[in-house]
């Protein structure tokens, strides 16, 4: 697994945090600090997927782009991994939100780009032009429609610096927001960009789950619209779940 050595990392943070001799007027702060780790590691398992995503296209004409994709990832890994090293060493400030929301945002963009660059070499005969224009259109309005969630969520948390007495709760709940909506967006696009392989000449890519789809809000709830359903990884929804 690509970023094994980050993943342990921040494994080995949480579990100095949950043996913290907390008081019980420091639970709350302690929560927040295990649930911060989660949310980095989580992060890191995403970069993973986009990584071995991205690996599936290698020969020897993408063995540039597979080094720059690696180095564009793990500079976003290595901002989970500062995030939780900042949660142990009890620095995690306003910027730090913005910082984890930024890094997600960059994952995705990663995993968005896999999918575009991967149409571009798909076979026009064995794919047709209606299909190629729809995927192409849904995968931009799908970028454009995480984008603007995430920074929904970005100024929701700027609007809320002044209150402090609410601020530790709804940080929480805006990273609840974000990982979710990150998670499912890069499930997304890993999907399309298997399916948008097959098409490639000399490449069969199988997939076994839903490669197409979008996410909504109802409420502090997500609902999954599959337009081309054929099982959600279940992978996908046990990191939702967690």
């Known amino acids: 697994m690509p970023f094994r050595e980050e993943i342990e990392t921040i494994a080995e943070y949480w579990k100095k945090i949950a043996s913290w001799n907390t008081s019980i007027f420091e639970m709350e702060a302690t929560s927040l600090s295990l649930h911060l780790c989660m949310i980095a590691t989580k992060g890191v398992k995403l970069a993973s997927r986009v990584m071995e995503s991205t690996a599936l296209r290698l020969d020897k004409q993408d063995e540039n782009h597979l080094h720059t994709t690696k180095q564009t990832l793990t500079i976003y890994v290595s901002i989970f991994v500062k995030l939780a090293e900042d949660t142990y060493n009890k620095n995690f400030n306003d910027d730090s939100v ?11 963009a990663i995993g968005h780009i896999l999918v575009k660059d991967a149409l571009e070499s798909v076979n026009y005969v064995e794919y047709s032009s209606l299909n190629y224009s729809l995927l ?16 929904n969520l970005e100024d929701q948390f700027r609007a809320i610096l002044e209150n402090n007495s609410k601020k530790y709760d709804l940080m929480r709940s805006i990273m609840e927001k974000a990982m979710p909506l990150t998670i499912l967006f890069i499930s997304e696009m890993v999907a399309r960009h298997k399916r948008v392989l097959g ?32 099982v959600i990884s279940p992978g996908v929804w046990s990191m939702l779940c967690q």
Request: aromatic share 16%.
């Open 98 to 108: 913005f910082s984890l929301l930024g890094a997600s945002r960059g994952v995705a």
């Open 136 to 151: 192409v259109q849904n995968t931009d309005d799908s970028w454009h429609e995480f984008e603007q969630s995430i920074n």
């Open 199 to 230: 098409y490639i000449p000399g490449k069969y890519i199988p997939f076994n789950f839903c490669a197409f789809g979008t996410i909504s809000f109802l409420g502090e709830h997500y609902l999954i619209h599959c337009l081309c359903v054929d």
